[in-house]
């Protein structure tokens, strides 16, 4: 008996009974031509393949292969797989007489154990032939794998700065032959996506919108995450990082409104209306904004609640007067009963520059940082002015005031240094309205009032128990208060000449508002 395979390799038992062997020769008339014409005595196979290319492996990748005996005997077999995603239908059987088999294979799923690219296997045939075991016959399987999953073309995606809604694409392509499909979601509720899902052919492509409703100005980030799935299989997580800094400043006409959100101005802002900044909300106005007030018959103003940035630079002033600048009643000013940064801005035509006559007794607020500050044709300047902080107002100048440069209530220690009260017409540039305050000038220049009853300090009658010391500074006159009710001043290193260099240090940007101290 034989054993035959396509290359035509004969595999014969090692030992035959004799009896085989005798039956066999006496039987010369039932000998099978087989293996191109060669006699045999002996039971051979046939195998239809000895090596299986599978192509492109794929969830419906199958094929099969024929086992055929040839003669006479009996054949028992076994045939195994050593890759665990080739799967055959059947592990052993039996050819009896002129008998054949069908051996089926397929692909395993999951793909457990491919890799991408090429991929080998072997399957083992081991024949019984009477009981004599023969050498196994090995068929080599073969095929190109591609995993199947999802791929995008970016994972970073920096929007720069953007100052309304943008959109940007992600583009998904399906990689490997599988029904692939993705869900996918942000985790920031201003990304907004264009479908939540998708079952992907070839390629797809993912809009993601910046909707910057709910934005807060500044620096951004946020995520898109894209799950595949295929064959019902989780793949691996795709993540998409966005990033930008939302501008969302806002210039032109502004009319009046109460923030529901932190604001930025920048440009020019035509001031329509009042405008309110709730506690906890911030109104930043950028350096070199002009912010131009329309008269109106109910006078506007900035009501400042919760915070006021109004920062400007040596460079770019940021500027705050009415449209008409006819008078210094065009619009009511800035009433502070929050928080307050204000430096290198001019503030002109309003009843009262600064107010803070409505801040509460205890005080909650920061101590409000003001220097560099140009109060040009306003009736009261700076009004009410309260800190339970020590603090110090710096290089500030006052022209063309009405009332008073400066009124105090409710002071307990506060410094005016590198100041300019530069106003002939101002009934009182300091206005003492306090009680147990304490006030320091230090490097301070005044000049002569037109008028006698006029004057640079005083403390109004009825408070009381009020400290002003007074240093280095030039042409101070003090009238009223001093000598009773226990308020008490003392002045050392009056200056006989003006100082230089002090004040809001942009003064000469406005030739309308010069006037030098001295003359």
Same mark, same amino acid.
């Given at each position: 008996?034989?054993?035959?395979?396509?290359?035509?390799?004969?595999?014969?038992?090692?030992?035959?009974?004799?009896?085989?062997?005798?039956?066999?020769?006496?039987?010369?008339?039932?000998?099978?031509?087989?293996?191109?014409? +060669?006699? %045999?005595?002996?039971?051979?196979?046939?195998?239809?393949?000895?090596?299986?290319?599978?192509?492109?492996?794929?969830?419906?990748?199958?094929?099969?292969?024929?086992?055929?005996?040839?003669?006479?005997?009996?054949?028992?077999?076994?045939?195994?797989?050593?890759?665990?995603?080739?799967?055959? *239908?059947?592990?052993?059987?039996?050819?009896?007489?002129?008998?054949?088999?069908?051996?089926?294979?397929?692909?395993?799923?999951?793909?457990?154990?491919?890799?991408?690219?090429?991929?080998?296997?072997?399957?083992?045939?081991?024949?019984?032939?009477?009981?004599?075991?023969?050498?196994?016959?090995?068929?080599?399987?073969?095929?190109?794998?591609?995993?199947?999953?999802?791929?995008?073309?970016?994972?970073?995606?920096?929007?720069?700065?953007?100052?309304?809604?943008?959109?940007?694409?992600?583009?998904?392509?399906?990689?490997?032959?599988?029904?692939?499909?993705?869900?996918?979601?942000?985790?920031?509720?201003?990304?907004?996506?264009?479908?939540?899902?998708?079952?992907?052919?070839?390629?797809? +492509?993912?809009?993601?919108?910046?909707?910057?409703?709910?934005?807060?100005?500044? @620096?951004? %980030?946020?995520?898109?995450?894209?799950?595949?799935?295929? =064959?019902?299989?989780?793949?691996?997580?795709?993540?998409?990082?966005?990033?930008?800094?939302?501008?969302?400043?806002?210039?032109?006409?502004?009319?009046?409104?109460?923030?529901?959100?932190?604001?930025?101005?920048?440009?020019?802002?035509? #001031?329509?209306?009042?405008?309110?900044?709730?506690?906890?909300?911030?109104?930043?106005?950028?350096?070199?904004?002009?912010?131009?007030?329309?008269?109106?018959?109910?006078?506007? %103003? #900035?009501?400042?609640?919760?915070?006021?940035? =109004?920062?400007?630079?040596?460079?770019?002033?940021?500027?705050?007067?009415?449209? +008409?600048?006819?008078?210094?009643?065009?619009?009511?000013?800035?009433?502070?009963?929050?928080?307050?940064?204000?430096?290198? @801005?001019?503030?002109?035509?309003?009843?009262?520059?600064?107010?803070?006559?409505?801040?509460?007794?205890?005080?909650?607020?920061?101590?409000?940082?003001?220097?560099?500050?140009?109060?040009?044709?306003?009736?009261?300047?700076?009004?009410?002015?309260?800190?339970?902080?020590? #603090?110090?107002?710096?290089?500030?100048?006052?022209?063309?005031?009405?009332?008073?440069?400066?009124?105090?209530?409710?002071?307990?220690?506060?410094?005016?240094?590198?100041?300019?009260?530069?106003?002939?017409?101002?009934?009182?540039?300091?206005?003492? %309205?306090?009680?147990?305050?304490?006030? &320091?000038?230090?490097?301070? &220049?005044?000049?002569?009032?037109?008028?006698?009853?006029?004057?640079?300090?005083?403390?109004?009658?009825?408070?009381?128990? *009020?400290?002003?010391?007074?240093?280095?500074?030039?042409?101070?006159?003090?009238?009223?208060?001093?000598?009773?009710?226990? &308020?008490?001043?003392?002045?050392?290193?009056?200056?006989?000449?003006? #100082?230089?260099?002090?004040?809001?240090?942009?003064?000469?940007?406005?030739?309308?508002?010069?006037?030098?101290?001295?003359?």
């Amino acid at each position: 008996m034989c054993f035959y395979n396509p290359n035509n390799l004969k595999i014969t038992h090692k030992t035959l009974p004799l009896l085989v062997f005798f039956i066999a020769l006496i039987s010369c008339e039932e000998e099978v031509k087989i293996n191109k014409g +060669t006699l %045999s005595k002996f039971p051979e196979i046939a195998i239809s393949q000895n090596a299986i290319n599978l192509g492109d492996i794929k969830s419906n990748t199958a094929g099969f292969f024929t086992l055929k005996k040839l003669g006479y005997g009996k054949v028992k077999y076994t045939i195994s797989s050593d890759k665990s995603w080739l799967a055959i *239908n059947k592990g052993d059987g039996k050819l009896g007489f002129f008998a054949s088999d069908t051996i089926k294979y397929s692909i395993k799923l999951p793909f457990t154990g491919l890799v991408e690219g090429e991929n080998t296997a072997t399957l083992t045939f081991a024949p019984t032939v009477d009981f004599a075991k023969e050498e196994p016959v090995k068929i080599q399987v073969k095929g190109n794998f591609i995993v199947p999953r999802l791929e995008i073309d970016k994972t970073e995606i920096d929007l720069g700065t953007i100052r309304s809604a943008v959109k940007t694409k992600v583009v998904i392509t399906k990689k490997g032959y599988e029904l692939t499909r993705y869900d996918a979601e942000t985790d920031k509720p201003w990304i907004k996506l264009d479908h939540n899902s998708k079952t992907v052919e070839t390629t797809d +492509t993912l809009t993601l919108s910046i909707d910057p409703t709910n934005l807060p100005g500044g @620096a951004f %980030s946020g995520k898109a995450r894209i799950f595949p799935t295929a =064959m019902g299989i989780k793949g691996s997580l795709l993540e998409v990082n966005v990033k930008g800094n939302y501008d969302d400043s806002i210039f032109g006409d502004v009319s009046g409104h109460t923030l529901t959100k932190n604001e930025v101005w920048r440009d020019q802002i035509n #001031l329509k209306g009042s405008v309110t900044v709730p506690k906890g909300l911030t109104l930043t106005i950028k350096p070199g904004t002009k912010i131009v007030v329309e008269k109106q018959s109910s006078p506007i %103003s #900035l009501n400042i609640n919760g915070n006021l940035i =109004m920062n400007g630079d040596q460079e770019n002033i940021i500027e705050m007067k009415s449209a +008409t600048n006819t008078s210094n009643l065009d619009w009511t000013g800035i009433i502070v009963t929050g928080d307050l940064e204000l430096s290198y @801005a001019m503030i002109k035509n309003a009843g009262n520059a600064l107010s803070f006559e409505y801040l509460t007794a205890n005080l909650n607020t920061v101590a409000p940082k003001i220097h560099h500050v140009l109060f040009d044709f306003n009736r009261i300047a700076i009004f009410g002015f309260k800190s339970n902080s020590t #603090l110090s107002l710096n290089n500030l100048t006052f022209r063309k005031g009405d009332l008073f440069s400066i009124h105090f209530n409710e002071t307990s220690n506060t410094t005016l240094e590198s100041c300019e009260f530069l106003t002939e017409n101002c009934y009182i540039d300091i206005n003492i %309205s306090a009680n147990n305050g304490k006030l &320091n000038l230090s490097n301070c &220049n005044f000049i002569k009032k037109n008028f006698d009853f006029q004057s640079q300090l005083e403390v109004i009658d009825g408070f009381k128990s *009020n400290s002003v010391s007074v240093n280095n500074t030039y042409a101070l006159f003090t009238k009223n208060g001093f000598g009773k009710n226990g &308020n008490s001043i003392s002045i050392t290193n009056e200056r006989s000449a003006a #100082l230089q260099g002090i004040g809001c240090g942009f003064v000469n940007k406005y030739s309308s508002a010069r006037k030098k101290a001295g003359n």
